[in-house]
């Protein structure tokens, strides 16, 4: 791939592994640009999995890049690398050895799962540095309620793994992460392509809508996977007691 991120691809599943070691994983131009290269080159991936290298998963923005006054901020690549990360088809899941700071933060909280060691911080340094955790909230406050993650972020103070799982931003603490990410994996497998996505799509949708239009959209979907390829094999496969063969269209 690029310098700074890798991808591995191996039944089904792409690792991107962030691997700027130099500067602790800061999102500098370079590693955002790469990461969307990555993310989109992953995206028929079954799962995909963000890990990285070296003692720290992220440090946030590249502060020497974001203070030089001859390059205007520009948030674009790390909204986007967020977006892709939340809505990409496939689950996405967050293997997190070492310290998370802000962008970091947001990074974790766009993936769909996350696996954590339970020594991992995390903090929201941004209003240390005369800045709000702005884009990064979008997916944090899709996880958390404010009334949870307000302290950590108006004060920019560390807080450990256990209270990021309570508070949902983190959703597996193991002393195993690959063994942890490996399981869910395999979990995922079995699973139809095209309802995970549909999932995926729900999970995000339907907390935002008012009853009535989440019962006729969901009505809407449910008809529509009930007439798909996908549920004729997966019931088929069902009666037979057999393993379902996912038609390959289905993404």
């Known amino acids: 791939m690029g310098d700074l991120v890798r991808v591995e691809s191996q039944g089904g599943v792409a690792t ?5 070691q130099h500067n602790r994983n ?14 989109e080159e992953s995206e028929t991936a079954r799962v995909i999995v963000l890990r990285h290298e070296g003692p720290t998963f992220c440090s946030g923005a590249d502060l020497k890049e ?3 006054p001859n390059t205007p901020p520009d948030s674009r690549p790390m909204v986007a690398a967020m977006e892709r990360l939340m809505d990409l088809p496939c689950p996405t899941i967050a293997a997190v050895k070492g ?7 947001g990074l974790v909280a766009a993936c769909d799962l996350s696996v954590v060691e339970p020594s991992v911080t995390f903090a929201l340094t941004e209003v240390r540095i005369g800045v709000a955790a702005a884009v990064v909230s979008v997916p944090i406050l899709r996880r958390v309620t404010p009334g949870k993650i307000g302290i950590p972020m ?3 103070e560390p807080f450990d793994t256990a209270l990021a799982h ?14 942890t ?3 869910l994996c395999e979990a995922i497998m079995p699973g139809s392509p095209r309802a995970i996505a549909a999932t995926k799509r729900l999970l995000r949708v339907v907390p935002t809508l008012d009853r009535s239009t989440a019962f006729a959209e969901m009505r809407a979907l449910s008809d529509e ?27």
Not at 26 to 39: C, G, I, P, V
Not at 239 to 251: F, G, N, S, V
Request: no cysteine; hydrophobic share 45%; net charge negative.
């Open 16 to 20: 991107i592994t962030l691997d700027s």
């Open 26 to 39: 800061a999102l500098s131009r370079q590693l955002l640009h790469e990461l969307n290269d990555a993310l």
């Open 66 to 68: 974001r203070s030089d």
């Open 99 to 105: 310290a998370v700071r802000a962008g970091g933060v």
């Open 154 to 156: 108006l004060t920019g």
């Open 166 to 179: 309570e508070i949902g931003l983190v959703t597996h603490v193991s002393d195993d992460v690959d063994g």
């Open 181 to 183: 990410v490996s399981t």
């Open 225 to 251: 996977l009930f007439r798909s390829a996908d549920a004729a094999e997966g019931m088929a496969a069902f009666r037979e007691k057999r393993t379902p063969i996912w038609p390959a269209h289905a993404t």
